[in-house]
């Protein structure tokens, strides 16, 4: 029985509910770390963060296949998608191309990054 099911069957009110750290933990571990996998590889891309870790949850799952994704700012905006995978899923065929794209960055130091941005900062 899930932790929720036991709340309702000691008769507590579901609304007021809450998982434990461990529950909390073993969901996370279960559900959202195996997605982000390239997200630990490519940092913080912000807004893109979900969709790479879209990307990484779709491949291999079979046509009809359902999963939710969570996404929030930091300011009003958040969204809760429910995407069913697509006949193209099962075979990933994005998989080599995102890893081959995360293989082949390079470390970039902060003043060469700072020298990079001012070439572009401002020009349309």
């Known amino acids: 029985m899930t932790p929720l099911g036991r709340a309702r069957a000691s008769g507590v009110n579901p609304t007021f509910w ?7 933990k ?7 770390d195996p997605t982000m996998v390239w997200n630990r590889r490519a940092g913080n891309c912000y807004t893109a963060a979900l969709w ?4 990484h949850a779709l ?10 994704a969570f996404s929030y700012g930091s300011g009003f905006g958040a969204e ?21 794209d995360l293989a082949g960055r390079t470390l970039c130091s ?11 900062v401002g020009k349309k």
């Not at 073993?26 to 959202?32: G, L």
């Not at 790479?52 to 990307?55: D, F, K, P, W």
């Not at 099962?90 to 081959?100: C, I, P, S, T, Y």
């Not at 902060?110 to 572009?120: Q, S």
């Open 80 to 100: 809760l998608l429910s995407i069913t995978a697509g006949e193209l899923a099962e075979q990933g065929a994005w998989v080599a191309d995102v890893e081959a």
């Open 59 to 68: 491949a291999g799952r079979k046509t009809g296949e359902k999963l939710l």
């Open 52 to 55: 790479l870790s879209v990307a």
């Open 26 to 32: 073993t969901f996370f571990d279960s559900k959202v």
């Open 110 to 120: 902060a003043e060469r990054y700072l020298e990079l941005r001012k070439d572009h």
């Open 18 to 24: 809450l998982p434990t750290t461990e529950e909390t």
